[in-house]
C-alpha cells in the first residue's frame, strides 16, 4: 500500500482553477503510475486523469480533457492535477491512487491492495 494523500482542494467559482497535490507519507512515488479520481455525491468513483511513472503516458476522461492537466514533480515526490476551467458538475471528492498501468491512452484500474485516503473536497459554487 502506498498511503497516499490528497490536498489542494476548495470552494471555487464557475471557470476557476485550483491545483490538487496527491503525495505520499512515507517512500517514493515517482516510480508508479498514478490515478485521480473523482466521486460525486451518490454516485460511483471514477478515474479522471492518470498518469505514467515517467510522465509520458497519460489519461484523461472526456469530461476534462482540455481543462485539466496531470503532471508529475520528482524532485517533490509528488503527483499534481490542475483544474482550470471549472465547472459545477466537476464539484466532489477526488482521491489519488496507484492504478495497474497507463497506457495507449487508458487508465488502468486501483490494485485491490491499496486503500483510498481522505480525499480532496473540491466545491464549484458561485
Known amino acids: 500500500q502506498l498511503q497516499l494523500v490528497e490536498s489542494g482542494g476548495g470552494l471555487v467559482q464557475p471557470g476557476g482553477s485550483l491545483r490538487l497535490s496527491c503525495a505520499r507519507s512515507t517512500g517514493t512515488l515517482n516510480t508508479y503510475p498514478i490515478g485521480w479520481f473523482w466521486q460525486a455525491p451518490g454516485k460511483e468513483r471514477e478515474a479522471v486523469s492518470c498518469?505514467?511513472?515517467?510522465?509520458?503516458?497519460?489519461y484523461y476522461a472526456d469530461s476534462v480533457k482540455g481543462r485539466f492537466t496531470i503532471s508529475r514533480d520528482y524532485a517533490e515526490n509528488t503527483v499534481s492535477l490542475q483544474m482550470n476551467s471549472l465547472k459545477s458538475e466537476d464539484k466532489g471528492v477526488y482521491y489519488c491512487?496507484?492504478?495497474?498501468?497507463?497506457?495507449?491512452?487508458?487508465?488502468?484500474?486501483?490494485?485491490?491492495?491499496?486503500?483510498w485516503g481522505q480525499g480532496t473536497q473540491v466545491t464549484v459554487s458561485s
Open positions: 498518469v505514467s511513472p515517467d510522465g509520458e503516458s497519460t
Open positions: 491512487a496507484r492504478v495497474y498501468h497507463v497506457q495507449f491512452g487508458s487508465c488502468g484500474t486501483v490494485p485491490a491492495i491499496e486503500t
